[in-house]
């Protein structure tokens, strides 16, 4: 039975990191969304924003189409990836699969039906347009602050 524990266990412990991200990646209409500018003191991920994307705009784009093509249930996640320093997109499918090891998860949008369905019912690209309407960068910065602050673990010296 250890395959089938195994499972489990990645899918309940990643559904759970994810969720717990996506509440606080979040906050009030009136405070979020936009794009995030140095003058809200999250320059830092504005400028790795650029660097990794070329543009604001293209990361916009990348993550909302990662999002609204999940096929069933899944995640648009912005990561930090710790090799090349840089961040990336990934689609991952149910809440763990299709992911490299050792990135981190800084900004999710949960894709999965039960996020949208009530008030969007099969329309995901307007309930993934309304999420860039709240996003918390204060939040994402203080994520990526603590990813890249971290010893790289996956390049130890012998
Ligand atoms: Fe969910």
Do not use: C
Not at 11 to 18: D, T, Y
Request: charge should be negative; aromatic fraction near 12%; glycine fraction near 10%.
């Amino acid at each position: 039975s250890i395959n089938g524990l195994e499972k489990n266990l990645a899918f309940h412990l990643s559904g759970h990191i994810l969720h717990s991200i996506y509440w606080q990646n979040m906050t009030g209409p009136k405070d979020g969304g936009g794009e995030p500018l140095a003058a809200d003191g999250v320059g830092a991920l504005a400028d790795a924003i650029k660097e990794s994307f070329g543009s604001f705009a293209g990361f916009k784009a990348q993550l909302t189409k990662a999002a609204a093509t999940t096929q069933g249930s899944g995640w648009g996640v912005l990561a930090y990836e710790p090799l090349s320093g840089r961040l990336i997109v990934e689609q991952v499918y149910d809440h763990q699969g299709n992911v490299g090891q050792g990135a981190t998860p800084i900004l999710v949008f949960d894709a999965w039906e039960h996020a949208f369905y009530l008030q969007y019912k099969n329309q995901k690209v307007d309930f993934i347009d309304a999420m860039w309407a709240v996003v918390n960068w204060q939040d994402v910065a203080r994520r990526y602050e603590a990813a890249t602050s971290r010893a790289n673990t996956l390049l130890l010296a012998p």
